[in-house]
């Protein structure tokens, strides 16, 4: 049963994708495509906008710019171009369908590009533009970074900003981290909501472990444990379906 859930989250995510020279990004970044192997042209998404071309290949994001494109597009183009795309990591978070990518490098020319610091703005677009510098502990070391997010209805382009190539790997492990806590939130919220209708759960859970769920969310010496490994399947990290409760001394019988 479970692993037909991922299997249905995985085709799920599958018709979400369009391939592009190996590489997928969702749909919604454009609304039309124009059929050239590696160049995916926009017409009318505010967020990239009309008359820029948009390409990902091997990981990283080029773009173009023609006559036609507004200035606010240019500025958008321009703050994406040489980013890399964190492949298979899009996710649906609180309605939106959010993306990610990682700038090597200081974000000061994309902020004056934009004509902002920290905080939000909106362009004559319409796409909501925010800045902000979180202070993230990283292997053991306080750092700060930057991120400029691009949100346009339900479609959201996050960009971090590192110094250091590592930045790519630290952004990937936060999304995943990120991912897998919504995923258990999402599988015991789910597991307690069986429990109150009186249907059967994942496990076949004791009157007093019922009992925790119902009043806590959780039940005490029990973990989540990704079904399918996300090294393999990253776009299966934040899927409650991909998600089963184990005990430490279960682990190695799964």
């Known amino acids: 049963m479970l692993i037909t ?9 599958n018709q979400a994708f369009l391939a592009l020279e190996g590489q997928v990004i969702a749909k919604k970044l454009h609304a039309h495509i124009r059929e050239k192997a590696g160049h995916w042209f926009a017409t009318t998404t505010p967020i990239i906008g009309k008359g820029i071309m948009f390409a990902i290949k091997e990981g990283r994001v080029t773009t173009g710019v023609s006559s036609i494109a507004s200035e606010d597009s240019r500025k958008v183009a321009s703050v994406l ?23 090597i490098g200081s974000a000061d020319s994309d902020l004056v590009t934009l004509g902002t610091t920290i905080g939000r703005k909106v362009l004559e677009s319409g796409v909501n533009v925010t800045v902000s510098q979180p202070t993230l502990l990283v292997n053991g070391r306080t750092r700060r970074f930057t991120n400029i997010e691009f949100q346009y209805s339900t479609l959201l ?36 909501q069986k429990v109150r209708d009186g249907r059967e759960g994942s496990r076949l859970w004791t009157e007093g472990e019922k009992q925790q769920l119902l009043s806590t969310g959780r039940v005490q ?25 184990l005990r430490q001394n279960e682990m190695g019988k799964r």
């Open 5 to 13: 859930g991922v299997q249905q989250t995985t085709e799920r995510h």
């Open 81 to 103: 171009n040489n980013a890399f795309y964190l492949d298979k990591m899009h996710y649906s978070i609180e309605g939106k369908d959010t993306h990610y990518f990682v700038k």
């Open 157 to 192: 382009l996050s960009i971090r900003y590192g110094l250091t190539p590592d930045t790519l790997d630290e952004e990937k492990a936060r999304v995943l981290d990120q991912a897998r806590q919504r995923a258990l939130g999402t599988a015991w919220a789910k597991e307690q």
């Open 221 to 245: 010496g029990y973990e989540g444990y990704y079904v399918l490994p996300v090294e393999q399947y990253p776009e299966l990290a934040d899927s409650s379906s991909n998600i089963q409760f």
